[in-house]
Nanobody, 123 residues
Framework: VQLQASGGGLVQAGGSLRLSCAAS????????MGWFRQFPGKEREFVAA????????NYADSVKGRFTVSRDNAENSVYLRMNSLKVEDTAVYYC?????????????????WGQGTQVTVSS
């Protein structure tokens, strides 16, 4: 699966952004589609995931209630709606596909990754 993330940018604190991840290939074979983020000098951290077939979602505590992950089967895409953004949400965001029904919160369990998209939240 090839993944193409987009939608990042600069936004003021309290604002919103929607990230998109377009997939080419057999996305239907993916158990989970996930979003991760990476701060400078840190490991990638789990943000949210959605089980492709059922739509069941999973969120990091730090974003629960503010971020929403969704998918569009027809468009072969997954989205991350980010509301009430905080300065500490500033990071490079990545989408990923996991095909072995593994723990969706663990980056190493994902098989395919898109390029990152920068999200910058200003105060």
């Amino acid at each position: 699966v090839q993944l193409q993330a987009s939608g990042g940018g600069l936004v003021q604190a309290g604002g919103s952004l929607r990230l998109s991840c377009a997939a080419s290939g057999q996305i239907l074979s993916s158990y989970h589609m996930g979003w991760f983020r990476q701060f400078p000098g840190k490991e990638r951290e789990f943000v949210a995931a959605i089980r492709w077939r059922s739509g069941k979602t999973n969120y990091a505590d730090s974003v629960k209630g503010r971020f929403t992950v969704s998918r569009d089967n027809a468009e072969n895409s997954v989205y991350l709606r980010m509301n009430s953004l905080k300065v500490e949400d500033t990071a490079v965001y990545y989408c990923a596909a996991e095909r072995d029904d593994s723990n969706p919160r663990i980056a190493n369990e994902y098989d395919d990754w898109g390029q990152g998209t920068q999200v910058t939240v200003s105060s």
